[in-house]
């Protein structure tokens, strides 16, 4: 079945740090992928996303783009700030089908003044 | 934006006793909503599919005599779990799909998460 695999946390990084997250996943067809924020005490807030391959979803400096041929979906940003603290969910939903999100296991990130 | 709202945000329950809680989309509709389970530490479980005025989808393994769900309405769905056991203390969440939003291709279509129902069976 369908999956997604992201890169083991927690990480620490000084505030300006440069920030890649990895995700790849599994799936059959051309999934949509997502990544996902959660702060603390909130719930899951959609980041960015991108719909087919050579996407590149970007929100708030973050940037993630869809590669078929190595089936990845990393996050990346250039400077993170403290604000930035928090876990992140990489997921797909298949294109048929009730659209049901597979998440990715979160990455916790942790940003130091 | 939309909004999802979860009730009770916190629940303690005692084993044996049943627990509802309420998954509600605030200002728009939602034709299908969805039930996840996450454990410490570790990532969602979608639980099952609800469909306003047509039954729960359950994921594999997951027991449909257990978690009852209900979608009574647009705005409204409901999970309750039977019979609570220690086993069952975990962090419920929903999320609903706006019947309003333009998709797109399939699949692109935004989930909107409520907050998360913390449930301890002691």
């Known amino acids: 079945g369908d999956s997604v695999t992201q890169m083991e946390g927690p990480v620490t990084l000084s505030e300006e740090a440069f920030l890649t997250i990895n995700c790849t996943y599994t799936?059959?067809?051309?999934?949509?992928l997502f990544w996902y924020v959660q702060y603390p005490g909130e719930g899951l807030q959609l980041l960015l996303k991108a719909t087919k391959a050579d996407d590149k979803g970007s929100n708030k400096g973050f940037e993630a783009t869809y590669r078929k041929e190595t089936t990845s979906f990393h996050l990346e940003k250039g400077s993170v700030q403290v604000s930035d603290s928090a876990v992140y969910f990489c997921?797909?939903?298949?294109?048929?089908?009730?659209?049901?999100?597979?998440f990715g296991q979160g990455t916790r990130l942790t940003i130091n003044p | 934006g939309a909004v999802v709202s979860q009730h009770p945000s916190r629940v303690i329950c005692k084993s044996g006793t049943s627990v509802k809680i309420e998954c509600r989309s605030l200002d728009f509709q939602a034709t299908t909503m969805f039930w996840y389970r996450q454990f410490p530490k570790q990532s969602l479980m979608l639980m099952a599919t609800s469909n306003e005025g047509s039954k729960a989808t359950y994921e594999q393994g997951v027991e449909k005599d257990k978690f009852l769900i209900n979608h009574a309405s647009l705005t409204l769905s409901t999970l309750t779990v039977t019979s609570a056991h220690p086993e069952d203390s975990s962090f419920y969440i929903c999320s609903a799909r706006d019947v309003g939003a333009e998709t797109g291709l399939a699949g692109a279509s935004e989930q909107y998460f409520g907050p998360g129902t913390r449930l301890t069976v002691t």
């Open positions: 997921a797909l939903s298949a294109p048929q089908g009730a659209q049901k999100l597979v």
């Open positions: 799936a059959t067809g051309y999934p949509s």
